[in-house]
C-alpha cells in the first residue's frame, strides 16, 4: 500500500498514522491530526489544568482523540508464560483427577453413559476448570441493591477454591460501584422514574402475557415508540422486550442469503448471532479501520458474490456508537461517506452509546452533529443509560412497518412490561426536557464531565488506558492474569465494585480492568476510588503505560482480514 492511500481517510483528508507507542492496529489512525486546538474546559473540575485536545478535520465537527497503547514485548511474553504455565498446571491436575487423586467438580458423563460421545465439550471444559476457576470469585457476585452509584454485595467465601461458594450472612455496605452501565444515573429505586414505574405497575401489573401482534399491544408501547422516533430524530420507532434480541432477531429479517454484512471485528455477540441466523456472507474488517473497510466494501462491488460473480443483493455495515471493551467511539462520518459512496446500508448499534454521548444525549449521530436520516438502521438498547430493559430499531416508516411484519421479536416474543415501559419513558422525557426540567441534560453533562475526568487522572497515573476520551466506558489494562484477579480482589478489600475482563472476552494478552463512570459518582466517590485505584496499581505494578518513552512506530496497515462463511 502506497503512503498516500495508507494515510488517507475516507474524507480524502491525509491522517497520520499512530506514534508514541500508539497501537496502529485498532484503527488505523490512531492520533488525530491537530487541524484546530479546542479547550475542553467544558468538562473538567476547576482545579484541573487543560490541555489541548487534537481534531480530526473535514469532517469532524468536534475533536476526535482515539488511543490504543501496544503491549510492551516483555509483558506480552511474560503473559503468555503465565498462560503457559496454567496450561501446565491443568494438565498436572487433570491427570490427578483422571486418577482419583484430586476430586473433580466439573460436569462429567453419567456412568451409564461412559461410552457416549462426551456431551461436555472438553477443551472448554479445561480452561473452565483449571484457569477460571482459580479466579471464579471475581465474577457473579450477588449485589443486593440498586446498582447506583454505590451498591450492597453479598458477602460469600469458598472452601473449595471457588468451585462452591457459602454466603456468610453480611452484607459489604456501599460499595462504590465502578462497574454497572447506570451511565445517567437512572437506575434507582426512588426518583420520578421509580415512582411512576411504581405507579403503572398497581394499574397495568407486571407481565403483558401476548406478543404484539396479539393481545400484548399497550398504549404504553405505543406512546414510547413515538417518543423513541421523537428523541432520535427519524421517522418512527419499534421497541422490543430485549436488546440482544432486537439484534439477533432482527438483522435476520434485513438480511439473507445473497446479502453481505461487514462486521467490525468487535462487535457484540448479539450482532454477530443476528449475523449468522440471517446466512448471509459475513467479512469482518479491523476494528474501527476504514481503510479496512474500504477495501471490503470495494472488493465486494468489484469482485460480486464468489463464484457467480452476481452482484450482491444487498451490503450491511453492522457497527457499534461505543464499544464496550475498547472505550472507542465508531468513526461514523467516514462510515456514512463510504456507505454513500458505495451504496451499502448501515446498521449502528447504540447499545452503550444512547444516552451517554452527545450533547443531547442523543447518542453518536448527535455526538459528531451528524443527521440520524444517514443512519439506515438505527438500534439500541434501555438497559444502559435508561436503566430499564429492553430495545429499539428506528428508521424510517417503511422500515419499521416492514420489521411489525417480519420480525421474530415482533410476532412470537411477550412484549415490553408495562412498569419497563414507564421507567424508559420518564428517563427519555426526563432527558430531553419534556419534563420541564434541566435535570436530563445536567446528567448527560455531568457524565461527560466524570467520564474526561476519570480518564485523564488515570492516564496521569500512569496506567495504560485505552479508548476515546469521551467515553464512559474506560478500559485500564492488566494482562496478566493473575493481576485480573488480584485487582479485582484488591479493590473490594478497599470497598470498590469492578469489573475485569480477560480472555476469552478480550485478547489473551489484553486482560483488562473494565471500568463504567456514571453521572451519579460524585467527584468525591472518583476521587477515592482514583486513590484506591493507584494504591493497588502500585502493589500490582500494573502502572504500565510508557507514553512518552517510545519512539515513534510508522507500521503500514496489515490488509488481512478473514471471512466467516462463504456461499
Ligand atoms: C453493543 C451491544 N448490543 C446489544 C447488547 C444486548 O443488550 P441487552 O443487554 O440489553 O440485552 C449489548 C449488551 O451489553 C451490547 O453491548
Known amino acids: 500500500m502506497t503512503e498516500s492511500s495508507a494515510n488517507k481517510s475516507a474524507n480524502g483528508k491525509v491522517c497520520h498514522r499512530a506514534t508514541n507507542g500508539l497501537k496502529p492496529g485498532k ?52 503473559t503468555y508464560v503465565s498462560y503457559g504455565v496454567l496450561t501446565l498446571f491443568g494438565y498436572f491436575r487433570d491427570f490427578l483427577r483422571e486418577w482419583k487423586f484430586e476430586k473433580c467438580n466439573i460436569a462429567s458423563e453419567r456412568d451409564e453413559q461412559k461410552h457416549f460421545v462426551p456431551l461436555y465439550q472438553d477443551f472448554e471444559n479445561f480452561y473452565t476448570r483449571n484457569v477460571y476457576m482459580r479466579i471464579r470469585d471475581s465474577w457473579n457476585r450477588p449485589v443486593c441493591s440498586v446498582p447506583g452509584a454505590k451498591m450492597d454485595l453479598v458477602e460469600r467465601v469458598s472452601h473449595d477454591y471457588n468451585w462452591t461458594f457459602e454466603y456468610t450472612g453480611k452484607v459489604l455496605k456501599d460499595v462504590i460501584n465502578l462497574g454497572s452501565y447506570n451511565y445517567l444515573g437512572f437506575a434507582e429505586n426512588t426518583g420520578v422514574c421509580a415512582e411512576a414505574a411504581a405507579e403503572v405497575t398497581k394499574k397495568y401489573g407486571v407481565g403483558v402475557g401476548s406478543t404484539r401482534q396479539e393481545l400484548g399491544n399497550l398504549d404504553s408501547h405505543e406512546e414510547l415508540e413515538k417518543l423513541v422516533a421523537r428523541f432520535l430524530g427519524v421517522e418512527s420507532a419499534m421497541v422490543f422486550g430485549m436488546g440482544f434480541a432486537t439484534n439477533s432477531m432482527n438483522i435476520p429479517a434485513l438480511v439473507g442469503k445473497g446479502c453481505l454484512i461487514l462486521s467490525d471485528e468487535l462487535n457484540h455477540t448479539s450482532l454477530v448471532l443476528g449475523a449468522r441466523l440471517s446466512r448471509s456472507t459475513i467479512r469482518v474488517f479491523k476494528h474501527n479501520n476504514m481503510q479496512s473497510l474500504e477495501k471490503l466494501l470495494r472488493d465486494a462491488i468489484v469482485h460480486g458474490q464468489p463464484r457467480t460473480h ?91 412497518d416492514y420489521l411489525r411484519a417480519h420480525s421474530h ?159
Open 27 to 78: 484503527n488505523g489512525f490512531v492520533k488525530s491530526n491537530y487541524l484546530y486546538q479546542q479547550q475542553e474546559n467544558k468538562y473538567c473540575y476547576p482545579e484541573e489544568k487543560v490541555h489541548h485536545i487534537a481534531c480530526n478535520g473535514g469532517m469532524y465537527k468536534r475533536p476526535f482523540n482515539e488511543s490504543f497503547e501496544e503491549t510492551p514485548m516483555l509483558l506480552a511474553v511474560l
Open 310 to 400: 452476481r452482484p450482491w443483493k444487498k451490503i450491511l455495515i453492522l457497527v457499534e456508537g461505543i464499544y464496550s471493551m475498547e472505550g472507542s467511539i465508531v468513526r461514523l462520518p467516514e462510515i456514512i461517506a463510504l456507505k454513500n459512496k458505495y451504496k451499502a446500508y448501515l446498521y449502528l448499534d447504540e447499545a452503550h452509546s444512547i444516552g451517554a454521548l452527545g450533547p443531547n444525549g442523543r447518542g453518536v449521530v448527535d455526538y459528531f452533529g451528524l443527521d440520524s436520516r444517514d443512519v439506515d438502521v438505527m438500534m439500541g438498547t434501555f438497559t444502559k443509560s435508561f436503566g430499564a430493559a429492553g430495545g429499539y430499531i428506528a428508521g424510517t416508516k417503511e422500515l419499521i
Open 409 to 567: 421479536s415482533a410476532v412470537y416474543a411477550t412484549s415490553m412490561s408495562p412498569p419497563v415501559v414507564e421507567q424508559i419513558v420518564t428517563c427519555m422525557k426526563c432527558i430531553m426536557g419534556e419534563d420541564g426540567t434541566t435535570i436530563g441534560r445536567e446528567q448527560v453533562h455531568q457524565l461527560a464531565k466524570n467520564a474526561s475526568y476519570f480518564r485523564r487522572r488515570l492516564r496521569k497515573m500512569g496506567f495504560t488506558i485505552y479508548g476515546n476520551n469521551d467515553s464512559p466506558v474506560v478500559p485500564m489494562m492488566l494482562y496478566m492474569p493473575a493481576k485480573l484477579s488480584a485487582f479485582g480482589r484488591e479493590m473490594l478489600k478497599r470497598n470498590i465494585g469492578v469489573v475485569v475482563v480477560g480472555f476469552p472476552a478480550t485478547p489473551i494478552i489484553e486482560a483488562r480492568a473494565r471500568f463504567c463512570i456514571s453521572a451519579a459518582h460524585t467527584k468525591e466517590m472518583l476521587d477515592m476510588a482514583l486513590n484506591m485505584i493507584s494504591e493497588v496499581g502500585d502493589l500490582l505494578n500494573a502502572k504500565y503505560s510508557r507514553r512518552r518513552m517510545l519512539p515513534s512506530l510508522d507500521q503500514t496497515f496489515d490488509e488481512t482480514t478473514y471471512e466467516e462463511d462463504e456461499d
